[in-house]
């Protein structure tokens, strides 16, 4: 089956078999390995890009069912001319929202659909807000404060 879609500001079109996962597609098909695979069963968040602006699960996406749609992934979200960090992921650099870094793509892709929903959330709004994302190394207390942050510092850049 073909396909056309927009992954990171740069047009694809690829022949895939229609059972193709999104997550596959992207880490095997266009080598983005930033998008990483966990559960294949979307509990734990690792695999979140943003799909038409919005946030996806890509493990349980079928890449066919996305013809003509625009895709995010965390290599996406810095500034393509700069390499200058999103400031979601220098919030989460800077408030040490990471420690082994597996989760950390999803939770920063997430963090940013979210931020943008709700600039002015609560901490709890960000705590429940992470319900779909999954942490084994941390206490979640630095990745709240580094959405916090990052929520902060994306309503200023506007």
Do not use: W
Request: glycine residues 8%; aromatic residues 4%.
């Amino acid at each position: 089956m073909n396909i056309n879609l927009n992954v990171n500001g740069t047009p694809v079109a690829a022949d895939i078999d229609p059972a193709t996962l999104l997550s596959e597609f992207l880490r095997d098909e266009l080598d983005l390995t930033g998008t990483h695979v966990a559960c294949d069963t979307s509990q734990c968040g690792a695999c979140v890009v943003h799909v038409d602006g919005e946030s996806v699960k890509s493990c349980t996406v079928l890449a066919a069912a996305l013809d003509g749609a625009e895709v995010t992934t965390i290599e996406g979200v810095a500034d393509p001319t700069t390499g200058e960090l999103h400031p979601m992921q220098r919030a989460f650099h800077e408030h040490h929202g990471l420690q082994c870094g597996f989760c950390t793509p999803g939770m920063v892709m997430n963090a940013v659909d979210f931020a943008k929903r709700h600039p002015n959330a609560s901490e709890q709004d960000v705590r429940e807000a992470l319900d779909g994302n999954l942490c084994r190394c941390t206490g979640y207390h630095n990745i709240v404060k580094s959405i916090m942050a990052g929520s902060r510092a994306m309503a200023a850049a506007k």
